[in-house]
Nanobody, 119 residues
Framework: QVQLVESGGGLVQAGGSLRLSCAASGSTFDDSAMGWYRRGPGKQRELVATVSSGGRTNYADSVKGRFTISRDNAKNILYLQMNSLEPEDTAEYYC?????????????WGQGTQVTVSS
């Protein structure tokens, strides 16, 4: 059973930094696509950043230049380094993993970690 456990959220002032972690277990993830999503107050869930198995990254325009996604395949951990945080970044952050068992793809979500940025 795949499990994803996020950590690293909290309360931070605008301009500050946080690093989120997502520890994955229950499968091998070297060939998996991984990503971070968030849901702000009264908003729909949106993509923050993704990283492919080959290390190719993709970012939402709103976080480009401030956030960095990375993965440690040896430890099965996904990271999101968030710098220059803004109140608009306040949201519940979720990690997502897509595990490929051709021809099937299985999608898993973590339980979320809250990030609150005060002005």
């Amino acid at each position: 059973q795949v499990q994803l456990v996020e950590s690293g959220g909290g309360l931070v002032q605008a301009g500050g930094s946080l690093r989120l972690s997502c520890a994955a277990s229950g499968s091998t993830f070297d060939d998996s696509a991984m990503g971070w999503y968030r849901r702000g107050p009264g908003k729909q869930r949106e993509l923050v950043a993704t990283v492919s198995s080959g290390g190719r990254t993709n970012y939402a325009d709103s976080v480009k230049g401030r956030f960095t996604i990375s993965r440690d395949n040896a430890k099965n951990i996904l990271y999101l380094q968030m710098n220059s945080l803004e109140p608009e970044d306040t949201a519940e952050y979720y990690c997502k993993v897509e595990v490929f068992y051709p021809p099937y793809t299985y999608t898993y979500w973590g339980q979320g970690t809250q990030v609150t940025v005060s002005s």
